[in-house]
Nanobody
Framework: QVQLVESGGGLVQTGGSLRLSCAVS????????TSWFRQAPGEAREFVAV????????????SVKGRFKGRFTVSRDNAKNAVYLQMNSLTPEDTAVYYC?????????????????????WGQGTQVTVAS
């Protein structure tokens, strides 16, 4: 069993920054990579990035690298049982509920990353609103 709790969302002006946190707990943490997703109103949930338990491997969504690259950075601190998503240069298009989710570590193919059904556990989400 793994529990994930997101925090750090809020209201920010265009061009601002936020750092989201995902507190991860449970007895099998090393068995999971952790991903960030987001879901804007009326839109499907969208994969953003994944980080392995070791933190060595990270991957950002192919379809949105152009939008995320250089602006979003995923990281983790296992001593604190936390995964982070640093978001810079935010725009209103980044407004969404952001979720973290646990993906079994052995699912390393990119085809798993954006498939919601491959994830075993989800957090409740944190709202990010970017004002224009």
């Amino acid at each position: 069993q793994v529990q994930l709790v997101e925090s750090g969302g809020g209201l920010v002006q265009t061009g601002g920054s936020l750092r989201l946190s995902c507190a991860v707990s449970g007895r099998t943490l090393s068995s999971y990579s952790t991903s960030w997703f987001r879901q804007a109103p009326g839109e499907a949930r969208e994969f953003v990035a994944v980080i392995s338990y070791s933190g060595i491997y990270t991957y950002y969504a192919d379809s949105v690298k152009g939008r995320f690259k250089g602006r979003f950075t995923v990281s983790r601190d296992n001593a604190k049982n936390a995964v982070y998503l640093q978001m810079n240069s935010l725009t209103p298009e980044d407004t969404a509920v952001y979720y973290c989710a646990a993906l079994p570590q052995e699912k390393t193919s990119h085809s798993y990353f954006d498939s919601l059904s491959e994830y075993d556990y989800w957090g409740q989400g944190t709202q990010v609103t970017v004002a224009s």
